[in-house]
């Protein structure tokens, strides 16, 4: 898996010799002072009073800041409601490939995974990978980022430091030493960015899908007068080599872009076909994998039409020289039960079983 990713990474360095960026030309001017200009919007601007001044620089300083800064309307306010379960029931594609959709990074994960790991092994015992779904995800528990990281590391190794220090991982007989895909998009945030980004610096993870929501950070949240909430970024979260998780957030190994609106259908069903011009690409993506939500096997290969005897008989009349292919009706049974399953739509999943097949056929398990 080491190898693949360098494979991919050295793609995107040629890639980026080809198209060397532009630089900005005021990249290296000083910035005006910020009372300066200030004052004189303030005196010279008509129509604008003091109270919409001060919100347009409130506004302009948050979102400017917003990787960092946020205004919250109460405390600990997450993506995901309170209540809401940490792991979304997990599913048997073809290969087979367990899939499990974490929603929020939170405690407890780590021994919900175990279960629902140990649950899909158990029906076939031979498990070819893992897709860990992190789309949509959040949580501001580091600790259990590390936890959830540390079953899928047979060796000790450097994790996560939020702050007190690197924890490290245990070495350990029972790790998940599969193949790992993490699904990420925009919305991955906090703590489940920095799971996707440890299990790809230990190399235990590619990851696939679009850059993460870079809020990777220690916050902490000051009331305000008019009751709102002002959560600052007090601290960096580092990866085990020391590498700060960048505000810009995580960038998947593997792009895969689709319309945000087309995700979330996606998202809650893999199998949903949205016929859309602009979605062309991510269909094609999408039409190579196969799978199924219910335990079973699926196949993504294009249905073929029974022939009977009778249409044998009559297609050799019409074209007496015609090559006419026949299978026995019991060689074909099993093959027609498969053309009969559902066709994975969703680009992002797509490709990651894509990927996790292609790792199994060439025997890249990376025990760590």
Sequence with gaps: ?????????????????????????????TPPDFKEVYDLIRTHLAGASPGDLDRAAVQGLVSQLHSKVSLVSGPSGTNTPADAPLLAKPALYDGPIGYLRIQQV??????????????????????????????????HDYATA??????????????????????????????ITIPVAVLVNQQTSAAAEALAA???????GLILGSNTAGEANIDQEFPLKNGQHLRIATATIKLGDGETLSANGV???????????????????????????????????GSLSGSSTNGTSVSNRPPRTRI????????????????????????????????????IRDPVLGRALDLIKGLSVLGSSHPS
């Design 198 to 204: 440890v299990l790809r610096q230990t190399d235990r």
């Design 251 to 285: 960038t998947p190994d593997i792009q895969v872009s689709v319309n945000p609106e087309d995700e979330k259908a996606y998202f809650a069903d893999p199998f949903k076909e949205i016929s859309k011009p602009s979605n062309l690409l991510a269909s094609l993506s």
């Design 1 to 29: 898996m080491k190898f693949l990713r360098q494979l991919i990474l050295s793609a995107g360095v040629i890639s980026l010799l080809a198209h060397p960026l532009e630089t900005k030309a005021d990249a290296t001017n």
């Design 146 to 175: 590390a936890s959830v990281a540390d079953l899928f590391l047979a060796k000790e190794a450097p994790l996560l430091d939020w702050g007190n220090g690197v924890v490290r991982s245990k070495a350990k007989s029972g790790a």
């Design 106 to 139: 939170g405690d407890g994960l780590a021994d919900q995974i175990t279960s629902a790991y140990k649950e899909l092994n158990r029906g076939t015992n031979q498990l070819k990978g893992l897709v860990l779904d992190l789309r949509f995800a959040d949580g």
């Design 308 to 343: 009977s005897e009778a249409d044998l008989i009559r297609e050799r009349k019409a074209d007496p020289g015609k090559e006419i292919g026949y299978e026995p009706p019991s060689s074909r049974s099993a093959s027609e039960a498969e053309t009969d399953k559902p066709i």
